[in-house]
C-alpha cells in the first residue's frame, strides 16, 4: 500500500493536504459527504450543542436532539414507519434491523418452543451490509469475509432481480418461505459490491412477492439515503415500502458517526410485553449521541434551505451527459448512472476487487487533483452535492485522461 495522505482541512468539495496541494472529493469520503466539508452552519450546530448537552446515556432519559431528530425522519419516510432505532454507523443500523427482524418472530411465537421457526435471512448475492458479525452473515461471501466464512450463519441468497432469473428466485423463496423471517437488500444499487444498479420495477416485483409471505423486508439505505439515488430514499421508487430502513453515512451529511434503523408500527407491537425476555436487549454507549442529532438536524434543514434536491437532480442530468460520452469510448465497458452515482468497468485484468489497478487510478487522479477510489476495476463517482459545474467537469476530464 502507499503512504496514507495526511489531510490536514477541507472545504466545500475540496481535500487540503499537509503540502498545500488540493483534490476533489469525488467519492464524499466513504459517500457520506452532502452539503460539503467543514460546513459551517453543520459546525455551529454540533458547537452550540457540545456546549449544552455532549452526551448522556440513552437508557432512561432522552433529549430533544433525539426527540426532534425522529419526529423529523418520520415525517420523510413511507408512511408505515412509527419508530426510529438509534445505534452508531451503517453497520450497527444493519445488525440492528437482523437483530429486530429475527426477535419479531421469536417474541411472537412464544419464544418459538413448538412448530417451525422463522429465522432464516433471505438477502442478495453480491450484497455488502458492514462488517460486524450479523452483517458480514448477510454479505456476499467475498473477499472481505474469507477469513470467517465457517463463522458466519446460513443465509438464503439470489440474484438481484432481472427478467431471466426472477422466477427462479421466486421459486426458492415460496420452497423456504415459512423459514425466511427476513429480507435484506441494497435498493438500487450494491454499493461496495461494485456498484451494481438493477432493476427497480423487477425490485418492486420481487418485493411484493416477498410482502405476500410474511417475510420482514429491511432496506438497507445506508448508501442510498438522502438523495444519493434521485430521490431522498431509493425506496420511493418502488411500490412495496420496506418495514425496516438502515440509515447512516449521509444522515448527518457525513460529519459525525449515527446509525439509524427506522421500523414499522408492527414490528414496534412485537416488543411491548411484561415478559422480560421480549426487550428488544441492543444499546450503544453513544446512542443517539446528541451532537450527532444536531448534525442530521441541521443537515435536514439544510436539504430544505440549500434545495438540495435539485442540485441532486443537476448532478444526475450531468452524469446522463457524459455517460454517453463514456459509451464511446474503448477499453471500459457497463457505463452506467443512477442519480449522483456513475460507474463503469475498466477492461483491465479480471472483474474483481482485489483488481490492483484500484490503485493506479487513484494515484494518477491525486497528481492531477481529482480523488477517487475504484473498488477493484469499477471506477465510479459519488460526489457532494455541493460540487460546482466546473468541479464536476473537471473529474470528468481527468477520467478520460486516466482512461
Ligand atoms: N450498508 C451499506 C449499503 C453500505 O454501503 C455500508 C458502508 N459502505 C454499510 C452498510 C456499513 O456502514 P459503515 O461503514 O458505516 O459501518
Redesign the pocket.
Known amino acids: 500500500m502507499p503512504e496514507p495522505l495526511a489531510i490536514t482541512s477541507a472545504k466545500g468539495s475540496l481535500l487540503f493536504d499537509e503540502e498545500g496541494n488540493q483534490y476533489i472529493d469525488a467519492i464524499s469520503s ?3 459527504n452532502i452539503h460539503g466539508h467543514a460546513h459551517p452552519y453543520i459546525a455551529e450546530k454540533i458547537y452550540r450543542q457540545a456546549l449544552q448537552l455532549e452526551h448522556i446515556i440513552f437508557a432512561g432519559f432522552t433529549h430533544q436532539p433525539a426527540v426532534d431528530l425522529a419526529e423529523k425522519l418520520l415525517a420523510l419516510l413511507p408512511l408505515n414507519f412509527s419508530k426510529i432505532f438509534y445505534s452508531d ?6 445488525e440492528v434491523a437482523i437483530k429486530m427482524a429475527l426477535q419479531y418472530w421469536w417474541n411472537q411465537h412464544e419464544h418459538q418452543t413448538s412448530g417451525q421457526k422463522r429465522n432464516k435471512i433471505l438477502a442478495f448475492n453480491n ?6 458479525f450479523g ?1 458480514m452473515s448477510v454479505s456476499d461471501r467475498s473477499v472481505f469475509t474469507a477469513a470467517f466464512q465457517e463463522l458466519l450463519f446460513d443465509v438464503i441468497f439470489i440474484d438481484t432481480p432481472s427478467e431471466e432469473n426472477i422466477t427462479t428466485s421466486k421459486k426458492i423463496i415460496e420452497d423456504n418461505a415459512k423459514e425466511i423471517a427476513a429480507f435484506i437488500y ?1 435498493p438500487l444499487v ?3 459490491g461494485g456498484m451494481k444498479m438493477y432493476n427497480p420495477i423487477l425490485l418492486d416485483e420481487l418485493l411484493l412477492f416477498i410482502k405476500q409471505k410474511n417475510i420482514i423486508c429491511i432496506a ?5 439515503g438522502f438523495g444519493r439515488t434521485g430521490k431522498m430514499f431509493a425506496s420511493e421508487y418502488m411500490q412495496t415500502k420496506p418495514d425496516i430502513i ?1 440509515l ?2 449521509g444522515l448527518t451529511a457525513g460529519t459525525m ?1 449515527l ?1 439509524v434503523t427506522g421500523c414499522s408500527e408492527d414490528i414496534y407491537r412485537a416488543y411491548i410485553s411484561d415478559d422480560v425476555q421480549k426487550t428488544f436487549f441492543h444499546g450503544h454507549s453513544f446512542t443517539a449521541n446528541p451532537l450527532a442529532c444536531s448534525a442530521a438536524l441541521a443537515n435536514l434543514e439544510l436539504f430544505k434551505s440549500e434545495n438540495t434536491l435539485e442540485r441532486v437532480h443537476h448532478i444526475s442530468e450531468q452524469n446522463i451527459a457524459f455517460a454517453k460520452q463514456l459509451r464511446q469510448l474503448n477499453g471500459i465497458k457497463n457505463v452506467r448512472t443512477t442519480g449522483t452515482i456513475l460507474a463503469f468497468e475498466l477492461m483491465n485484468g479480471k472483474d474483481e476487487y482485489v483488481n490492483n489497478i484500484s490503485q493506479v487510478v487513484t494515484k494518477k487522479c491525486l497528481e492531477k487533483g481529482v480523488y477517487l477510489r475504484p473498488l477493484g476495476n469499477t471506477v465510479y463517482i459519488m460526489p457532494p452535492y455541493c460540487i460546482t459545474t466546473e468541479e464536476l467537469e473537471t473529474i470528468y476530464s481527468v477520467i478520460l485522461d486516466v482512461i
Not at 450484497?127 to 460486524?132: F, N, P, R, V
Not at 438497507?220 to 442510498?224: A, C, G, N
Open positions: 466513504w459517500w457520506v454507523d451503517g453497520s450497527t443500523s444493519t450484497a455488502y451490509h458492514g462488517d460486524t452483517a441494497e450494491q454499493g461496495a438497507d439505505e445506508v448508501m442510498t438502515c447512516s453515512k458517526a446509525g
